[in-house]
């Protein structure tokens, strides 16, 4: 009988143990493919580095070791043809949004704030080398600025301690700093930025920050799709004034407490996949009180 009890005992806490596996590999959403995430995503990006050359090469004449937007490019003037890769994306960490990207009061935010204690281990979006490593008085704190190919530069701010050197090569997934509150930040977060050479973009436009993954293998770039956010902020912007003059009549709404895609969509006499697809989300992400979504 106390055998019987005993084996009971183990098969009952070995069950348990399998299933909170399981549930955390579920809150990531790569389920039991989560383990081989980062052998896959190396062998890739090796792959892919062996063929290509030097992902930078020809970016160094506007490498800058101290300014976050180094090229002064007008996104205006940016192709609509321009592809950002997501296949290779690692979540920097697995902290909800507490702030969406766009204005906040009298400025423009241009990441998104993701939940995370002092301490926790912030990691690199993608494989790139580091850019900016530095102290920032007039927001940031301390932060970094990851270079990335293609044009594409992700920034971590409010760190507490950095965990890598400048111009240090870096894989996605590593840890690369632990989170703080440095920095103008009212408690400890992680500010996450996607830039296309300088210019951010809202990063839920390419990543699920409830499902921790890209939200396509590749997001293709439609200025008027890609920078709406920037554009009906401005109202007018040097370059792009048509795109802007568009933007003028778009209608938003402005998410409140207990809100639910489909009763925002059934109010607002539009369907529920075209709110998602307005707003590059799926039916069944959740919606932050102050998170604006395009109604048209």
């Known amino acids: 009988m106390k055998f019987r009890f005993l084996t009971t005992l183990i098969l009952l806490l070995n069950t348990l143990t399998i299933f909170a596996q399981d549930r955390y590999a579920a809150n990531i959403l790569y389920g039991r493919r989560h383990a081989l995430l980062d052998s896959v995503i190396m062998q890739e990006l090796k792959d892919e580095e062996s063929e290509q050359g030097d992902l930078y090469e020809g970016l160094y004449e506007n490498w800058s070791s101290t300014k976050v937007d180094p090229y002064s490019v ?76 293609d044009g594409v530069e992700t920034l971590y701010a409010h760190l507490s301690k950095f965990l890598v050197a400048p111009n240090q090569e870096v894989r996605a997934g590593q840890a690369i700093a632990l989170g703080g509150s440095t920095g103008h930040s009212t408690g400890p977060h992680l500010h996450f930025e996607v830039r296309l050479m300088g210019n951010p973009i809202n990063p839920a436009k390419l990543f699920s920050f409830t499902d921790y993954m890209p939200l396509r293998n590749k997001y293709y770039v439609v200025k008027d799709r890609t920078f709406e956010e920037r554009m009906s902020y401005a109202g007018n912007h040097s370059g792009y004034t048509g795109a802007a003059n568009r933007f003028s009549n778009l209608a938003f709404y402005t998410v409140q407490k207990g809100d639910n895609l489909g009763g925002i969509a059934s109010r607002n006499h539009i369907s529920l996949a075209a709110l998602c697809r307005l707003n590059n989300i799926r039916s069944t992400a959740k919606l932050m009180p102050g998170q604006r979504l395009r109604l048209s």
């Open 74 to 149: 007008n996104f205006g003037k940016l192709k609509d043809s321009l592809v950002i890769d997501c296949r290779g994306y690692y979540p920097p960490c697995l902290g909800c949004v507490t702030s969406p990207f766009g204005p906040r009061g009298r400025r423009f935010h241009n990441g998104i704030d993701l939940r995370l204690g002092i301490g926790d281990t912030v990691h690199a979006a993608f494989s790139g080398r580091i850019r900016v490593r530095r102290y920032n008085s007039g927001g940031y704190g301390y932060f970094l600025v990851l270079r990335h190919k």
